[in-house]
């Protein structure tokens, strides 16, 4: 509670197919000049079972992107010192999160979540050292002229075709734990 915050889609009518990069398109504001964030990419499957599909992260003043390199589905950051920029002060700022590549079917009865935080503490072996230092408050812009948006990359007419879901130990870390919403996502 009070470390991010977490999206999740009504039940899916239908498998929904994905393979390739992702993106989170965030409005960003924040307290600090620049802050680290993480998304994660999950399905919450009709069994009560939460399935890790994918992570991205992004240092907020790498935000600046290659136009040519990138699509509507895959962000590519310059990556230059003379692209890295601190973000505006009080003003919302406009960044492309890649999620990278996965081939996942969310399964028909499912939903996708995606949580939207500060990296680490989420990996069994390695952690970020992150710039954060002292309290940050970061603001995601949800609608109207700041509308943050998850970027899928929907392979049309493709299903699961009839294979049963993985089972808990079919994936690395803990992909298929038992879901449990947060009671404060603020």
């Known amino acids: 509670a009070g470390k991010g915050l977490g999206f999740i889609t009504p039940a ?13 398109d965030l409005y960003l504001k924040s307290s600090k000049r620049n802050t680290d964030i993480q998304v994660t990419l999950t399905e919450v499957r009709p069994d009560g079972k939460e399935t890790y ?3 991205g992260w992004l240092r907020a003043s790498h935000r600046a992107l290659n ?6 589905y895959d962000p590519v950051q ?9 973000l505006k002060k ?11 590549p996965a081939a996942h079917v969310f ?3 499912s939903k996708i979540r995606i949580n939207i935080q500060a990296p680490g503490g989420d990996r069994t072996i390695w952690d970020f050292d992150t710039i954060e230092k002292g309290k940050t408050r970061n603001t995601i812009g949800l609608g109207g002229v700041i509308p943050s948006k998850l970027v899928l990359p929907v392979i049309p007419g493709e299903d699961a075709q009839g294979t049963p879901l993985p089972g ?3 994936l690395r870390g803990e992909p298929s734990r038992t879901y449990a919403p947060a009671s404060n996502a603020g």
């Not at 136009?67 to 509507?72: C, G, I, V």
């Open 90 to 100: 009080g003003k919302f700022n406009y960044e492309r999160i890649q999620i990278y």
């Open 67 to 72: 136009k040519k390199a990138s699509t509507a």
């Open 12 to 24: 899916l009518t239908k498998d929904v197919f994905i393979a390739g990069p992702s993106s989170v």
């Open 53 to 55: 599909v994918q992570n």
């Open 78 to 86: 310059t990556w230059l010192k003379k692209d890295g920029k601190p």
């Open 107 to 109: 399964r028909a009865g």
């Open 168 to 170: 808990p130990t079919d």
